[in-house]
């Protein structure tokens, strides 16, 4: 029998990027918030260390083992069995994947929002991918404007503006949406090969800029400028200089007395009444379960667990799960992955990088080959890739360098010294290709695999694609271009793929739209169905930029959380 707890306003699921920035605007409306996490808070001095094993090949450790027990499983087509992937990419922590992510901080393009309107006004129904679910996203860029700039000033992000209030800056990226101000902080600072890397684009034409990051170039909010020291490819900042939600956001909703976390928290359940109301949470702590009463629920975990505790919330009202009346639950679905695992481009050149030190998102970026920044007609795809080129490189990394046809195995005494000679010579490129949802992929539960309490875990179908391999080959040999040009003797990569099935960038399954019928929530992120449950994270995004998302996540939680704030004073 569950011990019933003393109701409150907000119970919020997750503490990791989404729902733990969702906790400050709630708090601060003087609502009273429970924060329920399935990890527990990390020690920076003893959990973040400067160990290429601990954090890269075991993985950072966290503070819960909840999602090591319910990794989803994947598939290619419906005719086969999914079998499970080697790991899952969230974090079970205070703070969530937030602390060991790239930091990489960016706005999506005006463009992202309005795909399919924008596609077929430039080029036509014919462009439109065959497939693709794609609608345009229930609001655009300028309404979400307000919540990018509150994000970067309240988390803290580092970069250099590219279209202040209309007037382009060319140190910045002139392709991104007009901005009311400038960045809190200057970019993180330069090096030689990022600085050599953005001559070399200069001389092709292209519009370099320094990428944003959630990581302090100086110090700001009580917290010390980046020390450039590395380590932030998959690990936490032991000096706090990485803005992630556990040294931000939540500590100041904690300040104002109105947010209780509550750690070791495994939610099971969202409980609704006879009418599809959602009234509260069920989870285990230590053994033992609970009920969370509360006015409204928050739900801000990663994309694969929204979609999964949802469905596994039935009831009378909801029987195939909340927000699945309509068979929406779970489609839409798709990640980065569909194009950027075929598409890595790496080079080696005749003199020593020096990129062993500083942060990934030190880097220089080229987005001139993105979203829709070029004409694609006759190109026979839409959307494109940010093009990447980047710091902090470890030994263990270092040494799966690809051998650019010059060795003819990847073992033995040969291999051994090339690798010793050039370890230090070659670099990769990230480039992150936009990509959609299709009526092929999609996310249920697996009927085979059952996690300790014996619920089903998520699985995965994903077929084939034809615009993202497409659209990443082509910035692939545009990545291609832009090493030769800063002197590279060898190439490799540059092919679009399919790539593995599941992604640290997740999206989709929750879908918001105004169509009750194509979508899971309304364009604040509420479900349908069930009102005072709001959704948050990268599972109501319907397209992806040809970037990373947390900091778009992070926006739409701060929206929806201030939009609950509003009803709940007001009710």
């Not at 309509?326 to 020593?352: E, I, N, T």
């Not at 084939?464 to 545009?478: C, D, I, R, T």
């Not at 970037?547 to 939680?557: E, G, H, K, S």
Request: charged share 20%.
């Amino acid at each position: 029998m569950a011990t019933e707890l003393p109701e409150t306003d907000v119970v919020v699921i997750g503490l990791g990027a989404a729902g733990g920035v969702a906790v400050l605007p709630l708090a601060r409306a003087g609502l009273q918030v429970i924060g329920l996490e399935a990890g527990s808070w990390m020690n920076p001095g003893e959990d973040y260390r400067a160990d290429e094993i601990h954090n890269n090949v075991r993985s950072l450790v966290t503070t819960g083992h909840k999602v090591g027990s319910e990794i989803p499983t994947f598939r290619t087509s419906p005719d086969q069995v999914a079998r499970q992937a080697a790991r899952h990419p969230m974090m079970n922590a205070v703070g969530g994947t937030s602390i060991h992510y790239h930091a990489q901080s960016w706005r999506l393009n005006p463009w992202d929002f309005r795909v399919k309107s924008s596609t077929l006004q430039r080029y036509g129904a014919d462009y439109l991918p065959a497939g693709s679910t794609v609608e345009d996203w229930p609001l655009g860029y300028d309404e979400l404007e307000p919540y990018y700039d509150h994000i970067e000033y309240e988390v803290g992000v580092s970069g250099k503006a590219g279209n202040i209030q209309g007037t382009i800056i060319p140190e910045g990226n002139i392709f991104e949406g007009p901005r009311r101000r400038e960045y809190p902080m200057p970019p993180l600072r330069s090096c030689e090969y990022v600085d050599h890397m953005k001559q070399a684009a200069l001389t092709l034409g292209l519009h370099p800029y320094r990428g944003p990051a959630a990581i302090n170039s100086q110090p700001y909010q009580g917290r010390p400028g980046c020390a450039f020291h590395g380590w932030c490819d998959r690990g936490g900042c032991h000096i706090r200089a990485k803005s992630s939600t556990d040294v931000t956001t939540i500590p100041r909703a904690q300040a104002t007395g109105n947010l209780r976390v509550v750690d070791n928290a495994n939610v099971r359940r969202i409980v609704t009444d006879n009418t599809g109301k959602a009234i509260g949470v069920s989870y285990f702590r230590d053994g033992e379960e609970f009920f969370q009463p509360a006015r409204a629920v928050l739900l801000g975990t990663y994309t694969y667990e929204n979609i999964r505790l949802l469905l596994l919330s039935q009831s009378m009202f909801h029987p195939n799960g909340i927000g699945n009346n309509r068979g929406q639950l779970g489609r839409h679905y798709f990640g980065h992955w569909d194009a950027q695992a075929g598409a890595g481009v790496s080079a080696l050149f005749p003199f020593d990088l020096n990129i062993w030190y500083g942060a990934i998102a030190q880097g220089v970026m080229v987005d001139d080959w993105a979203d829709d920044n070029f004409d694609h007609s006759g190109l026979g795809f839409i959307g494109g890739a940010s093009l990447h080129a980047y710091t902090e490189k470890h030994p263990i990394a270092a040494a799966g360098m690809a051998t650019f046809g010059q060795v003819g195995k990847r073992w033995g005494s040969e291999w051994k010294q090339f690798v010793a000679q050039n370890a230090g010579r070659w670099a990769s490129a990230y480039v992150q290709t936009n990509t959609l949802p299709y009526d092929n992929t999609w996310a249920d539960l697996d009927p085979n695999v059952k996690d300790p309490f014996g619920d089903p875990v998520l699985r995965i179908t994903s077929g084939p694609k034809v615009n993202e391999p497409k659209a990443a080959a082509h910035a692939g040999s545009k990545m291609l271009e832009w090493f030769r040009a800063a002197g590279a003797i060898a190439v490799a990569g540059g092919q679009g793929g399919n790539g593995p099935a599941l992604s640290t960038h997740a999206h989709g399954g929750t879908r918001m739209g105004t169509d009750p019928s194509t979508s899971v929530t309304d364009a604040f992120g509420y479900v349908h169905d069930c009102p005072n449950l709001g959704v948050i994270g990268g599972s109501v995004m319907g397209t992806a930029g040809a970037r990373n998302p947390t900091q778009t996540i992070q926006a739409l939680a701060w929206r929806t959380a201030g939009h609950l704030a509003q009803r709940l004073k007001s009710a």
